[in-house]
Structures are given as structure tokens and as C-alpha cells.
């Protein structure tokens, strides 16, 4: 089992090359799409290099996507959806998307500390 610096240290390496930036750019609070310039396809390629690097699924594409999430007519998440997000991401703060329900405001609470955690329970580490 890879320990919490082995898994910091490769999902750095990932990001620096699907982002093509500097490693010094990933500070924990950098977010994916508005501070490191990703889009949603490179959610998509950092989910096939983690899946090849790690022999399991991990599917980042759900912390911006999640199935099932109730909305109403203007898209914005119902609180029975933000509680579905809190359950499944129970290291992410959450408040923002309380405030801002729009579904968009998911993309926000991609930060590389997010990722991280993400990848973290995905891999079992303790």
C-alpha cells in the first residue's frame, strides 16, 4: 500500500504533466480549472493516467459530474444533492456550493487538495 507522500507525490506528477505546469503551482488550494488552467478533458486524461498508474478505477470526472444529482429547472443542485455530494466527498467543504447551488459551482471544489483526498480514499490509504 503506498503511503499518503507516495500518493501526494504521484498525483503532482500527474497533474504537472496532463496541466503542463510547475509542480510549484500545485498548492493545495489551487483549483484545477480556474488556477491551473485544466478543462474537462484533462479531468478525463489524469483519470486514464491514475487508472493506468494504479491498476484501479478512479474516476475524478465525478467529483465535477456525479450521477444522479437532483437539480431544478435552472440547474441549480437541491439540498438533498448537495447532501448526496457530502456523502460521497466527505472531505470537501461544501459551503460555497450552499451558497452558489448553481451545478457549475462543482468545478470549484476541484482543488489539488480535493484531488488528493479523492485519490486518497480510492486507494484505500490510510
Same mark, same amino acid.
Given at each position: 500500500?503506498?503511503?499518503?507522500?507516495? %500518493?501526494?507525490?504521484?498525483?503532482?506528477?500527474?497533474?504537472?504533466?496532463?496541466? &503542463?505546469?510547475?509542480?510549484?503551482?500545485?498548492?493545495?488550494?489551487?483549483? =484545477?480549472?480556474?488556477?491551473?488552467?485544466?478543462?474537462?478533458?484533462?479531468? +478525463?486524461?489524469?483519470?486514464?493516467?491514475?487508472?493506468?498508474?494504479?491498476?484501479?478505477? %478512479?474516476?475524478? &470526472?465525478?467529483?465535477?459530474?456525479?450521477? !444522479?444529482?437532483?437539480? !431544478?429547472?435552472?440547474?441549480? #443542485?437541491?439540498?438533498?444533492?448537495?447532501?448526496?455530494?457530502?456523502?460521497?466527498?466527505? =472531505?470537501?467543504?461544501?459551503?460555497?456550493?450552499?451558497?452558489?447551488? !448553481?451545478?457549475?459551482? #462543482?468545478?470549484?471544489? #476541484?482543488?489539488?487538495?480535493?484531488?488528493? &483526498? =479523492? #485519490?486518497?480514499?480510492? +486507494?484505500?490509504?490510510?
Amino acid at each position: 500500500m503506498l503511503n499518503d507522500k507516495q %500518493i501526494r507525490e504521484a498525483l503532482d506528477e500527474m497533474l504537472v504533466e496532463v496541466l &503542463q505546469v510547475e509542480p510549484e503551482d500545485l498548492a493545495p488550494d489551487a483549483r =484545477f480549472f480556474e488556477d491551473l488552467g485544466g478543462e474537462s478533458i484533462d479531468v +478525463l486524461e489524469l483519470t486514464f493516467l491514475a487508472e493506468k498508474r494504479f491498476g484501479r478505477r %478512479i474516476d475524478f &470526472q465525478k467529483m465535477v459530474a456525479p450521477d !444522479d444529482l437532483d437539480m !431544478d429547472e435552472h440547474r441549480r #443542485l437541491t439540498p438533498a444533492a448537495i447532501e448526496k455530494i457530502g456523502e460521497a466527498l466527505p =472531505f470537501v467543504d461544501l459551503n460555497d456550493v450552499r451558497r452558489d447551488p !448553481d451545478v457549475e459551482s #462543482l468545478r470549484r471544489l #476541484l482543488t489539488v487538495e480535493n484531488l488528493y &483526498q =479523492f #485519490l486518497r480514499r480510492k +486507494l484505500g490509504a490510510a
